[in-house]
């Protein structure tokens, strides 16, 4: 019986498929980024300039987070839920307290002469055994309460979703409800990890 022969296949052009393959694939895919936290951060102060007076404690919001993800705000324990509505009450300081941030007069188009929490600020420091999924919710919390508070004004003042809204309303509402937070370099103060 005679053997018969295994035919070779040619495979000279497979590099060329494998080639255009790579090609078609690498241009028809999408690569999603992250673009992190949006946050502005201040100009540095020019070296012949005076610092800026120093902020008054009752314009500062607290927010500690330690390497065990506890938050502690305003010297007190609190859970990641109240956090929104505790800082929506030191934003706003809607009856005026004296432990809350001073309100000012000033003039706003479409709302006149109003008082506004101007001064407060919302200190964030977390520790640098702080997860990053935590910290991020905190971030998250503190925003929805900006947030949130623009919003209920707009529906309001304007019978309008915030987002509804042109830029000059909008840039009102936000002389109201300036986004204020700042964020501390991480360091160690509490925790285990």
């Known amino acids: 019986m005679a053997k018969r022969e295994i035919q ?9 498929i494998a080639f255009l393959l790579l090609i078609f694939f690498l241009m028809t895919t999408t690569m999603d ?15 012949n300039e ?13 927010v ?13 324990p609190m859970a990641l839920r109240d956090l929104r ?8 300081n809607p009856m005026n307290l004296e432990n809350l941030p001073e309100k000012e007069m000033i003039e706003v188009p479409y709302f006149g002469v109003i008082p506004v929490t101007a001064k407060a600020v919302i200190s964030l420091q977390n520790d640098r055994g702080t997860q990053y ?13 900006y947030n949130e508070l623009r919003e209920e004004l707009s529906r309001r003042q ?7 809204l042109d830029s000059d309303q ?4 936000r002389q109201i409800y300036p986004q204020r937070i700042s964020e501390a370099e991480p360091r160690n103060f509490g925790g285990t990890r």
């Open 8 to 16: 070779e296949v040619n495979a000279g052009s497979m590099a060329d």
């Open 33 to 47: 980024t992250d673009s992190g936290l949006a946050r502005m951060l201040p100009p540095p102060i020019p070296p």
């Open 50 to 62: 005076e610092p800026p007076p120093p902020i008054r404690e009752r314009n500062v919001f607290e």
């Open 64 to 76: 500690l987070i330690n390497a065990n993800n506890q938050l502690l705000v305003e010297k007190q």
């Open 85 to 92: 509505a505790a800082a929506k009450e030191f934003i706003e």
């Open 133 to 145: 999924q935590m910290y991020l919710s905190v971030q998250n919390e503190l925003q929805a309460a």
């Open 158 to 164: 304007f019978n309008m979703k915030f987002s509804e």
């Open 170 to 173: 909008q840039s009102a509402i």
